[in-house]
């Protein structure tokens, strides 16, 4: 397969179904990577990512920008812009902006989620 350049803003963003005020655009997919699928996202001010795990999928988040609290192993952290989060498969995790601002993050799973 021959290099591949996508461009996030070429992405036509969905509402996630499970979670709440969450956008997501599906820039990696197994069909590009068979190893690994990347999302980017943004939750609205007042939105979440609710806990949740995965069965198979690692999952990696890297916050780009604003401040969202993540709820995994029994505790909540404040993270911000340039903080990564690793939940890997059957850890339950979660997003949550509190704050005035979007946030915006990628979203990494190994192996893809789609």
């Known amino acids: 397969m021959p290099g591949t350049i996508r461009r996030s803003t070429e992405q036509e963003p969905y509402l996630h179904p499970a979670h709440d005020r969450f956008l997501l655009r599906d820039l990696v997919t ?17 939105g979440e990512i609710r806990p949740h795990c995965h069965d198979r999928q690692s999952e990696t988040f890297y916050i780009l920008s604003g401040e969202a609290t993540c709820r995994m192993n029994g505790q909540e ?7 990564c989060v ?3 498969a059957g850890i339950a995790h979660g997003l949550k902006n509190d704050g005035p601002e ?12 789609k």
């Open 30 to 46: 197994a069909e590009l990577h068979p190893e690994l699928s990347v999302h980017r996202g943004q939750i609205a001010p007042g």
């Open 77 to 83: 952290t404040l993270l911000r812009a340039g903080d």
């Open 86 to 88: 690793i939940a890997p």
């Open 102 to 113: 979007p946030v915006e993050l990628l979203a990494l799973f190994t192996p893809p989620l």
